[in-house]
T-cell receptor, first 111, second 112 residues
Framework: QQPVQSPQAVILREGEDAVINCSSS?????VHWYRQKHGEAPVFLMI?????EQKGHEKISASFNEKKQQSSLYLTASQLSYSGTYFC????????????FGTGTRLKVLA | GAVVSQHPSWVICKSGTSVKIECRSL??????MFWYRQFPKQSLMLMAT?????????EQGVEKDKFLINHASLTLSTLTVTSAHPEDSSFYIC????????FGSGTRLTVV
């Protein structure tokens, strides 16, 4: 089942912060975060593997809760270049191995 | 780093014709390749998983006879959209499970 992201869309002014959530009904083996610009391939941002993990680089960070059913992506002091659609991705290892994406969050940063 | 080369980047075809999309893994061997379809303003939906030397595994609702997947070698996986119709117009993208998942650049298919 596809992880559900919230919010579906968000509009920010430059310098504002945003939080994007990715939730699953079952524990995730891992969670990856991506940003996709229109018409382009997703760009990998980071991976979280352990429950309770937090990591980040520059002004983008993410967390993975202890139960590994929810991950959040934090964007601080947003820049125009942050605009795009954000996806979480995860592996499904029960049965056939597969890789699926969350429902997506469209982010628009305005000047 | 690992690169997946996807061709073509875009293609326009007439309704009823077939289109082949190729994904080549450069500098590494990909025993598995995931194929996704993305409609405007929607998420990437897994269509099928191709495995080198064996039959592809299709997701529920994806027509096997319409979307032919071949993974004949460790560096090449292909998706052929047969008898394409306007509703097949979409963004198709492949991904290999390597380095946090390596994506092709995507193919924009327009069926007219």
């Amino acid at each position: 089942q596809q992880p559900v992201q919230s919010p579906q869309a968000v509009i920010l002014r430059e310098g504002e912060d945003a939080v994007i959530n990715c939730s699953s009904s079952k524990a995730l083996y891992s969670v990856h975060w991506y940003r996709q610009k229109h018409g382009e391939a997703p760009v990998f941002l980071m991976i979280l593997l352990k429950g309770g993990e937090q990591k980040g680089h520059e002004k983008i960070s993410a967390s993975f809760n202890e139960k590994k059913q929810q991950s959040s992506l934090y964007l601080t002091a947003s820049q125009l270049s942050y605009s795009g659609t954000y996806f979480c991705g995860t592996e499904r290892t029960s049965g056939t191995y597969k890789y699926i994406f969350g429902t997506g969050t469209r982010l628009k940063v305005l000047a | 780093g690992a690169v997946v080369s996807q061709h073509p980047s875009w293609v326009i075809c007439k309704s009823g014709t077939s289109v082949k999309i190729e994904c080549r893994s450069l500098d590494f061997q990909a025993t598995t390749m995931f194929w996704y379809r993305q409609f405007p303003k929607q998420s990437l939906m897994l269509m099928a998983t191709s495995n080198e030397g064996s039959k592809a595994t299709y997701e529920q609702g994806v027509e096997k006879d319409k979307f032919l997947i071949n993974h004949a070698s460790l560096t090449l996986s292909t998706l052929t959209v047969t008898s394409a119709h306007p509703e097949d117009s979409s963004f198709y993208i492949c991904s290999a499970p390597l380095g946090g998942y390596t994506f092709g650049s995507g193919t924009r298919l327009t069926v007219v």
